[in-house]
């Protein structure tokens, strides 16, 4: 008697089989950077009846690289900015990214994409790359289905009530201390905002996420005389380049004027300064 198709043996409610439909929906750039993940062959039936491919779908490493590539993909659709990597473990909309459970479910409903959808494909044919612009579109209808079915919108309403996601950590970190130094600096009652957004974001390239990554830096230049005491440290051609970012020149502009070679040398420069005000403030 010939064997059944895997697909009609009853899996284990923990088994990570049921995350394998999550995996061929990854876009390949992403793929490239999931070296367990990229051990499963393009067929469902040489994962399934192959038990050393059966052992790396059951691994830690598994679990960990299919979690975190979904969690990449769903956190830009929660509506806050930055990457996931800005936030830490206990913001609420971090954690939401990660409930494979939830992914899996959300996706068969979507687009009916289940195992038993990967057994309808033709055994000998590869199963395809989704194109990213798909995947993104999916990605974001996903998000917003989970979020009406799972009831999640006062969560996400009251997080961006309290937008500090420092708020939600229960360790020391450096982006705790950044959140501290940025909420007591801006309540001094007599400040001059310098606003350094201009200087410091790279929207063309996307070198920096400031309000996520670097909002420290953006906002505890504020207090006038603890401005000043910065600025005596800087070089001339430094402290231009933050002025002309100011006033709303770009990189490209800044480098003309200044006489760089091209852009890149303008946000290296950034990037010192940066540097140069984390180090000029721990020692404060």
């Known amino acids: 008697m010939p ?53 790396v779908v059951e691994s830690d490493q598994f679990l960990n690289e299919i979690a975190d590539a979904v969690a990449a993909l769903t956190f830009p659709h929660f509506g806050f900015s930055g990457w996931k990597e800005h936030y830490s473990g206990e913001f609420p909309v971090w954690k939401l990214s990660y409930v494979l459970p939830i992914w899996a479910r959300v996706l068969n409903s979507e687009i009916g994409w289940d195992l038993q959808a990967l057994f309808l494909i033709e055994p000998t044919t590869n199963i395809p790359f989704f194109s990213s612009d ?6 974001g209808r996903m998000v917003k289905r989970a979020i009406a079915e ?7 309403d009251v997080v961006k009530e309290m937008p500090c996601n420092e708020d939600f950590m229960n360790w020391n970190t450096n982006v705790r201390t950044d959140f501290l130094r940025k909420w007591y600096h801006t309540r001094s009652k007599n400040v001059q905002t310098i606003s350094l957004d201009a200087c410091l974001e790279d929207e063309e390239h996307g070198i920096y996420e400031i309000e996520d990554k670097s909002a420290a830096f953006e906002n505890d230049v504020v207090v006038e005389d603890f401005y000043q005491r910065f600025k005596a440290r800087l070089s001339e051609k430094d402290m ?8 709303g020149f770009t990189y490209e502009e800044i480098a003309d004027k200044l006489g760089y070679k091209n852009h890149s040398g303008v946000i290296k420069r950034i990037r010192a300064i940066e540097k140069e005000f984390i180090k000029y403030e721990e020692q404060q």
């Open 3 to 55: 064997q059944r198709p895997p697909i009609f043996m009853e899996i284990a409610y923990d088994s990570n089989l049921r995350y394998i439909p999550l995996v061929y929906l990854l876009p390949e750039e992403m793929m490239a950077k999931c070296p367990t993940l990229r051990k499963l062959p393009r067929k469902i039936r040489e994962v399934m009846y192959n038990e050393n491919m059966l052992a």
């Open 134 to 139: 798909y995947i993104k579109d999916l990605m």
């Open 150 to 156: 799972e009831g999640w919108q006062p969560i996400l």
């Open 240 to 247: 231009k380049i933050l002025e002309l970012r100011v006033e």
